[in-house]
Structure formats: structure tokens, C-alpha cells
């Protein structure tokens, strides 16, 4: 794909989407970082449903490692792997009183030091909560970037790297915002709807989906 077809691709979902933004509730960075280790193989939909009911309980390191981590696992039951995240949750403010008094680091490596955090964690905290221009690559992501052509690569190391050295600069901050929300509502795994898509005409996908028969 050429740097032009790219640019358009990005000027039609900015039009459509000017300020782009995660689907996680939250109101500090404490909150949304506890969110997005809570939302690994789980969805947005779950884990926001859980956080209402432990936030206003419990919303700071301190808080919440006073609940302990029996009633953190009983908050969270609905989401998966939830004894393995409580253990997380508890271990991870542990760390941010120890060590970052209770505040969440602006920074990859130590954000990376913490339980439960992962680049793609990682990455999300630092655009959406110190507007850092990272881009996390999930399953969504991994998939609208090799499907249009946007930035292909085997893994998503690999798609990561590309969009980082191909997303125009002023793009960088709002893109993985934008082809998540794209892969969840319209560039879907299964089926594609490619028929009321957007960027249909700039994408290098080869088998569009055609619109149902009424």
C-alpha cells in the first residue's frame, strides 16, 4: 500500500471519529491501568460491568489491596482467568505503593515490571493515559492491518513496528483507536462488512464480503 492510499485511510476514520478513544471505563490512570490487565482474553463489555461494582469500593492501590485478594477475585468472577488477574491486581499495587508511591509509572520498562502487564497493556496505558503516540496491537488490530494492507506483518511485533514507521505522525496517537474500534464493528473476524465500510475503496483486501441478500 502506497503512503498515499495510507494517508486516506487514516483521513476517513479521523472524519468519522475525530477523537477516538477506549471503550474501558475510567477517571484516573490507576483505574484504567487496573482495567486493561482485567480485560486480557476478557471483554471491554465485562470488564466495565465488573468495575462498577469494585471502583466505587475500592479504586486506589491502597484501597484495594485492603479488600484483598479473596474479595478482588469475588468483584471480577466474571471475567476470565479471574483468580490468576486478582492475584495480578493485588501483586501490581503492591509494586506501585512499594516502589511509585501509588502512582502509575509514565513509563514502559517499569510499567512492564508490574503483574500482569504485558507491551500491549503497556502501550495502552501510555496512549490513553499520558498520551503517549504507542500503538497496541491486539487480535483487531493484527487482523485490519494484514486484511486492507495498512501494514502487514506475521506477528504482532512485526504489525507494530510497521505501524510505527508508517502511521503519518500526526495519525500516531489516535491509530490503534481507530482500527480497533474498525476490526470490533465492521472489519470483523468472521465476516467482514465490507459492503457499509468506510475505507472499502482504499483497502487492498482481495475477497470482500458483498451485503446480504434481503
Known amino acids: 500500500m502506497n503512503a498515499q492510499k495510507r494517508r486516506a485511510i487514516y483521513e476517513t476514520l479521523q472524519s468519522l471519529n475525530p477523537h477516538p478513544t477506549t471503550e474501558l471505563e475510567y477517571t484516573t490512570p490507576f ?6 490487565i482485567l480485560s486480557a482474553q476478557a ?16 479504586n ?24 490468576t488477574k486478582a492475584k495480578n491486581v493485588i501483586a501490581t499495587c503492591r509494586i506501585l505503593l512499594d ?8 513509563d514502559r520498562e517499569a510499567l512492564e515490571a508490574l503483574p500482569g502487564v504485558g507491551r500491549k497493556t503497556a502501550s495502552v496505558v501510555l496512549n490513553t493515559a499520558f498520551g503517549h503516540p504507542t500503538i497496541a496491537v491486539d487480535t483487531h488490530i493484527f487482523r485490519v492491518a494484514n486484511r486492507t494492507g495498512l501494514a502487514p506483518g506475521k506477528d504482532v511485533r512485526a504489525v507494530e ?26 472489519c470483523r473476524a468472521r465476516l467482514p462488512e465490507c ?20
Open 43 to 58: 471483554t471491554d463489555v465485562s470488564v466495565n460491568k465488573a468495575m462498577r461494582q469494585m471502583f466505587p469500593v475500592a
Open 195 to 214: 459492503w457499509h465500510c468506510a475505507i472499502e475503496p482504499l483497502c487492498e483486501f482481495k475477497s470482500k464480503t458483498p451485503a446480504p441478500t434481503q
Open 161 to 186: 513496528a510497521a505501524l510505527e514507521k508508517l502511521t503519518p505522525a500526526e495519525f500516531r496517537h489516535d491509530a490503534h483507536h481507530w482500527l480497533i474500534l474498525h476490526g470490533r464493528y465492521v
Open 31 to 36: 483505574e484504567l491501568l487496573i482495567a486493561v
Open 60 to 83: 486506589t492501590p491502597k484501597a484495594i489491596l485492603a479488600l484483598g485478594e479473596d474479595s478482588v477475585a469475588q468483584y471480577i468472577k466474571t471475567i476470565g482467568l479471574y483468580r
Open 99 to 106: 516502589k511509585h508511591h501509588g502512582e502509575v509509572p509514565a
